[in-house]
């Protein structure tokens, strides 16, 4: 397939928003089934013991809802949602022990990115929609809508909270990485599912790295980072679409599946932002910076950040990627069979 | 002074909604003029290097309106706001060292609670109005405007969000707690600002804490809680809000003073959650469980829940309490002086 016009891909932009408002629009009217509001007869059956089930019932409700709606606009476009892929052994029966998305146009769908917070009605859940082309994230719609927030990009178009606001929110300009990053900085982090209490397992290092970004400059011999602030949402997709917004100054990450990142990458890009790997390379002082592979399961995310005096944004972003480098344990998430 | 009627409590109430609506209003205000919006001239003063001052000006412009409000409506209630005691050093000069509160009607106010994220712009930040009565919390108003979220209570009159959804969110009936808490809860927690990087500092002692509790079943030692899902927000306020909604769980913390709390303790009490102190007794198994006292810097909560069929909400809010009290550290946040 050729590539698309800017053209085509507005009309697609315009599609996949509409399809993240009515998406959020189920989320969040099923969340409300759930909510007591002193009418005792209506509600009283849903909640029981068990709210996991109801909520897969919504997961799979908006999911085939979008696949549907998707189908029958564009017949030909491929797509990528969880419920084909849920957990790796599903997934490593499949034929495809790669990753997900090859060149052609994929639609990469989370219909509920941060399912514990939709269980638990903490208002950071969202419906997150990506397209891919070539294997580059083109479009992402992000909607939370308990939060009333709408996060979309599409390429050459900018990034947009509720389709008034440019991403980052402070621009005019928008302003560099703090000097001495991490130290000013807002890391946002997940501690996920992988809770294996294993010398040197995936939590260790996790924790590890933690405690370097938020202790004292000086402490933890040397590698103290005393970020301004550690944030943990319970959503992938949100923490990428905040770091566009610049409330995030770092993001980093590992064991996402290409539906949890793909709008926020996208988005991301859009409005200036970095992304590239979690794990350090050998030399983290001076590995070349590439552009993260979608399906790496492995991501560290920077803000979008403008010039100083003295160095391009890039070059403020690629430094905070080497002293986060400098930080943090290599994380074991590997693609299953990979 | 004698007690209150509720219909002068409801007057109060009434007064302290607006109050925080208006204050509210004030502070996305002011973080509106950091937006960009396309609009270069009028902002490209306003970054500059540095978002503190302005964040200061905001909070002190806030701190001002609330304060000539109540003096003016209600001139001989006593108010307790955060600039008269900005840090430690300033408090230990003022001539009480001991709880700020004491029997008289006082409002104790945090006209900018969660003020990393404000200067960040991360939505996580509010206005947090507290009016105390003998020592009790009374009336609480929350106001989180860039999330269109406000969270109220007065004693007799139940807990809402936004005015008309009662909280806890789920009701008819409240689920009581899981049967095997901390697993299968939302925990809520904060690294805050004491980063100090010595043996068993405070840092060191969370971070053990936040492990146990993240940890699967079986691990550390028999430690290991399996919490559902980790959440940071850098806001005490909102950590109290969301666990009054049923969203949280579980919320820990030490350090807090008495502004980031009373809001936060009136909408959750009135819920009908729990507020006990952080640091498990000597016998965390058969300790009495006691309400917190407002000023002794170390809080548990835990969500309002519901009766199940051997045990009635207290009893499982109980045993939750004692189950997170063994798997967390003492903290050391003494009163200035005491």
């Not at 440019?166 to 000097?179: D, E, G, T």
């Not at 983290?284 to 910076?289: D, G, L, V």
Request: charged residues 25%; proline residues 6%; hydrophobic residues 40%.
């Amino acid at each position: 397939m050729s590539e698309l016009s800017q053209e085509e891909l507005d009309e697609i932009y315009a599609f996949a928003v509409n399809l993240g408002k009515e998406a959020g629009r189920m989320l969040l009217n099923a969340a409300k089934l759930r909510f007591g509001n002193n009418k005792r007869e209506e509600n009283a059956h849903v909640e029981k013991d068990n709210a996991v089930d109801l909520v897969t019932q919504t997961d799979e409700d908006v999911e085939a809802y979008i696949k549907s709606q998707i189908t029958l606009k564009y017949p030909s476009h491929k797509s990528v949602l969880p419920v084909e892929f849920i957990g790796e052994e599903t997934y490593s029966k499949g034929a495809s022990r790669d990753y997900l998305i090859n060149d052609d146009p994929t639609w990469c769908v989370d219909p509920l990115d941060g399912t514990v917070n939709y269980i638990h009605l903490f208002p950071m859940f969202c419906v997150s929609i990506g397209f891919i082309v070539k294997n580059k994230a083109m479009i992402g719609v992000i909607h939370a809508p308990f939060l009333n927030q709408l996060f979309s990009a599409c390429s050459g178009r900018g990034a947009w909270l509720n389709e008034t606001q440019s991403l980052p929110l402070v621009r005019n300009p928008i302003p560099p990485m703090p000097a001495k990053a991490p130290s000013g900085c807002v890391f946002s982090c997940e501690w996920g599912k992988d809770r294996r209490d294993l010398p040197d397992s995936n939590l260790h290092r996790k924790v590890e790295s933690f405690m370097n970004m938020a202790a004292e400059v000086g402490g933890r011999d040397g590698r103290g980072g005393m970020v301004h602030g550690m944030r943990c949402l319970g959503s992938a997709t949100l923490d990428l679409a905040y770091t566009a917004m610049g409330s995030f100054d770092i993001w980093w990450e590992g064991g996402c599946w290409e539906w949890d990142v793909a709008a926020g990458i996208a988005i991301l890009q859009e409005a200036g932002g970095l992304v590239t790997t979690a794990n350090p390379p050998d030399d983290p002082a001076n590995a070349p910076i590439e552009n993260v592979r979608l399906g790496s399961r492995l991501y560290l995310a920077i803000r979008p950040a403008g010039a100083s005096a003295t160095e391009s944004g890039r070059q403020s972003q690629e430094r905070t990627v080497r002293e986060v480098w400098r930080r943090v344990r290599n994380l074991d998430y590997s693609r299953p069979g990979a």
